[in-house]
């Protein structure tokens, strides 16, 4: 375990063979539906050398919960739960499926994970070694303490070579937030991008969940307070209220953009925060993006000069701001 300033990246085998058993499942195949990709070498090779158990108990596990629409955020959470390697747990969630710890150890032993990782380590350590070179010079804490005050959790970053391939992860485990994610997918078939060759997409991503995590918890604190705030609709496209339908939902994920976006602004270049709050309007119909950076820069300056001593104190005027900032963006 390598502490690199206020992010520490380590990988977990528990983490490992969750994703080595949602390998053998359909999501791979789903996944290059939804968007066709290249994948890491190691991810090719682990589905080609646990082909022999893809109808194990605990790939079976695995499946029922995805067609039971379980997250992957509290399936991989269920995995760090688990003692290693025993994997033995107190007693599992409702939702988890019987037994399904002792099946995921009978999975790791009888299919001679150990020894696979063992003959792969070289990519998995190439992983860390680019990851630890990424974030050795960010500090999130300072960025984030305007908005949620000291974060006393550490940060962790977890690089993911197996699956799954197209999408990052945050999950909130003891004292921790932990950002699981994937290189970033080249185009086509092209194999994905080492983990420290594109250092504004890895910082945002973690940024990102790590901000995700903190905002869940600031509205859950908060939910009196703000509980007037939520019969206010946002200035949000239809695409964007499909996907996200109530008011938290869609305030977290603007909060979330918006914040990567001035980070990449201050810390990588204007360039680099422009480019992504175009991909974010168009990919996932973030019309107000510029709007919410435009609003956060405001609160940040506000909050640098003393009006506001926490972001809770400035929510009540941010209904207006936002609404008169889309409109001024759409000009």
């Given at each position: ?94 939702w ?24 792969e ?78 250092a ?9 969940q ?59 270049s ?31 300056s506000?909050?640098?000069g ?26």
């Open positions: 375990m390598t502490q690199q300033q206020d992010v520490t990246v380590r990988l977990d085998d528990r983490i490992r063979l969750m994703s080595a058993v949602l390998t053998m499942t359909y999501w791979p195949e789903r996944a290059q539906e939804t968007k066709p990709h290249g994948t890491h070498a190691h991810s090719r090779a682990t589905r080609k050398f646990l082909e022999p158990f893809k109808k194990h108990e605990a790939v079976a596990g695995m499946a029922s919960l995805l067609d039971a629409g379980a997250p992957l955020e509290a399936i991989f959470t269920l995995a760090l739960q688990l003692r290693w390697p025993t994997l033995e747990t107190t007693e599992l969630p409702r988890a499926p019987p037994r399904w710890n002792e099946q995921l150890h009978d999975f790791y032993e009888t299919s001679g994970l150990a020894k696979f990782w063992r003959d380590d070289y990519s998995w350590q190439s992983s860390v070694k680019e990851s630890n070179k990424m974030f050795k010079p960010i500090t999130f804490k300072p960025f984030l303490k305007p908005f949620f005050g000291d974060v006393p959790e550490g940060l962790v970053f977890i690089p993911n070579i197996s699956n799954p391939t197209d999408q990052d992860i945050g999950v909130r485990f003891q004292n921790e937030l932990i950002c699981i994610a994937p290189p970033r997918l080249a185009w086509g078939d092209s194999a994905p991008w080492p983990f420290d060759e594109d504004a997409y890895i910082s945002r991503t973690a940024l990102s790590y901000g995700r995590l903190l905002m869940h918890r600031f509205l859950r604190e908060n939910a009196e307070a703000i509980a007037p705030l939520t019969t206010t609709t946002l200035p949000v496209s239809d695409q964007f209220r499909a996907r996200y339908s109530t008011w938290q939902e869609q305030f977290t994920s603007l909060f979330v953009a918006g914040a990567s976006a001035l980070y990449l602004e201050e810390h990588v204007k360039a680099e925060a422009n480019a992504y709050v175009l991909m974010e309007r168009k990919t996932q119909g973030m019309v107000v993006l510029p709007g919410m950076v435009s609003v956060l820069r405001r609160y940040l506000e909050y640098a003393g009006r506001y001593t926490r972001l809770l104190d400035f929510l009540p005027a941010f209904p207006k701001q936002i609404r008169v900032a889309a409109k001024i963006a759409s000009l």
